[in-house]
């Protein structure tokens, strides 16, 4: 069965510390895998795209990274800012073009001052 | 530029009615797809339309869910004979073409079933 699985659930950290979340996946054949955040009442929104090729992926003070052969990824968040307090959204897609999207539960980030 | 809108925004009804929610993809995107987000749950995948292929309706729960999309563009989600379950946020994503393009959200609309 595909799966997409997050850690933690949610995470409480210090203005200006670092941070790491957590996706394990089962989704196959893999295709690509996607960081959503999601700030609160809004929809998702992209932060990165990374190919089986790919093994890591910045954008900003976000950074990814993939590892295909144990099919795991962490998203990175440096130097957090109290607009990062969001949920991060790990989406699979399978190498399959009518194949929906598999998406983990999210991970509640909030910063605090 | 214009995202994907939804409206309402917020919809509150009593059980047993049913209710219409309308998505305006992005201009030019071929593929729409309905997520429903309960509180605390993941996105859940609802229906998926491209261009003029049968839609996959593989994840509506229910035959009481059904989705249209009329001329390739704006689509609507009805939900007759609502229930308490069914309350939760109900996002909209329009992608360039296939599934393997980014997907751009709507705001949602939040759904609440008395």
């Known amino acids: 069965k595909n799966q997409v699985e997050q850690s933690p659930q949610s995470l409480i950290i210090l203005e200006g510390k670092n941070c790491t979340l957590q996706?394990?996946?089962?989704?196959?054949?893999?295709?690509?895998l996607r960081w959503y955040k999601q700030d609160t009442g809004r929809g998702p929104v992209s932060l990165t795209i990374?190919?089986?090729?790919?093994n890591t992926k910045s954008n900003g003070r976000y950074t990814a990274t993939l590892d295909a052969d144990t099919k795991q990824s962490s998203l990175h968040i440096t130097a957090s800012q109290l607009s990062d307090s969001a949920s991060y959204i790990c989406?699979?897609?399978?190498?399959?073009?009518?194949?929906?999207?598999?998406f983990g539960k999210g991970t509640r980030l909030s910063v605090i001052a | 530029g214009a995202g994907v809108s939804q409206s309402p925004s917020n919809k509150v009804t009593e059980k047993g009615k049913d209710v219409e929610l309308r998505c305006d993809p992005i201009?030019?995107?071929?593929?729409l797809y309905w997520y429903r987000q309960s509180l605390g749950q993941g996105l859940e995948f609802l229906i998926y339309?491209?261009?003029?292929?049968?839609?996959?309706k593989s994840g509506l729960p229910s035959d009481r869910f059904s989705a249209e999309r009329t001329g390739g563009s704006v689509s609507t989600l009805t939900i007759q004979r609502t229930q308490q379950e069914d309350s939760a946020v109900y996002l909209c994503?329009?992608?360039?073409?296939?599934?393997?393009?980014?997907?751009?959200f709507g705001p949602g609309t939040r759904l609440t079933v008395l």
């Open positions: 994503a329009s992608s360039l073409d296939g599934t393997l393009d980014e997907q751009f």
């Open positions: 996706c394990n996946y089962t989704v196959s054949p893999f295709s690509n």
């Open positions: 990374m190919t089986f090729s790919e």
């Open positions: 989406v699979v897609s399978a190498n399959s073009g009518n194949t929906p999207l598999v």
């Open positions: 201009s030019g995107h071929t593929a």
């Open positions: 339309f491209q261009g003029n292929s049968a839609p996959d």
